[in-house]
């Protein structure tokens, strides 16, 4: 915190009467101004701080939190199956291919892929696809999912019922399992302008591992 504090030094006013005067007046509108800058910057930099000491702990609930609430990466919508018992595919609606892409990040020993390449669907239609995930090593492995949706925009209208991301799942050595994704496409994606063009739709998933990392597996 070194350095937190001697940027809060340099950015702090300096007194008057470190010179020899003595403030005899209030601040101005431009120094009232200046006063309220430094303090948001130096805000700004505790903030950028404190993340960079606290983004390794918690990646994963903090990228969560902020696909929710700001649609970051093509943030997909959930869905209760209430709703889409409800449901029917759209008439004369174009229909959309889903392609499925995964994949393990950092020091990840599992082997993780969609089971089927491509579906495709009408918005409205519910569908179910599988990925696959397998334990490679001798010792059971806790990880995580993350996902996306290309395009981003599409992420609006791709609504989850049934999801294995941002949930911990536990593989023990050597163990393979299938992980469903129940969902639809929203019938309000015929409506909009933006998706007219849009015939094909990618939802990605990325594994991370979130147990510690037994360093004789490290080469």
Not at 69 to 94: C, N, W, Y
Not at 129 to 142: G, P, Q, W
Not at 151 to 177: D, M, S, T, V
């Amino acid at each position: 915190m070194r350095a937190l504090a001697l940027l809060r030094h340099r950015l702090a006013p300096v007194p008057l009467s470190r010179f020899g005067f003595q403030r005899q007046f209030s601040q101005s509108p431009y120094q009232q101004q200046l006063k309220d800058k430094n303090k948001r910057i130096l805000y700004y930099t505790s903030g950028v701080i404190l993340m960079c000491f606290g983004a390794a702990y918690a990646a994963v609930p903090l990228y969560k939190v902020f696909c929710q609430m700001t649609g970051f990466g093509g943030t997909t919508q959930r869905s209760d199956i209430l709703r889409a018992e409800k449901l029917s595919p759209v008439e004369g609606a174009h229909p959309i291919r889903i392609t499925f892409d995964g994949g393990v990040g950092g020091a990840m020993p599992w082997a993780f892929k969609p089971v089927q390449r491509d579906l495709i669907i009408v918005p409205g239609e519910t569908a179910l696809a599988f990925y696959t995930a397998k334990n490679k090593t001798d010792k059971a492995i806790t990880g995580v999912a993350t996902y996306n949706v290309h395009p981003a925009k599409a992420g609006l209208y791709f609504n989850k019922i049934q999801c294995f991301c941002f949930e911990e799942q536990r593989l023990k050595a050597h163990e393979e399992i299938d992980m469903p994704v129940f969902f639809f496409i929203d019938p309000e994606i015929v409506d909009d302008p933006s998706m007219q063009n849009v015939s094909n739709i990618t939802l990605s998933y990325t594994f991370f591992r979130t147990d510690d990392v037994d360093e004789s597996e490290v080469e």
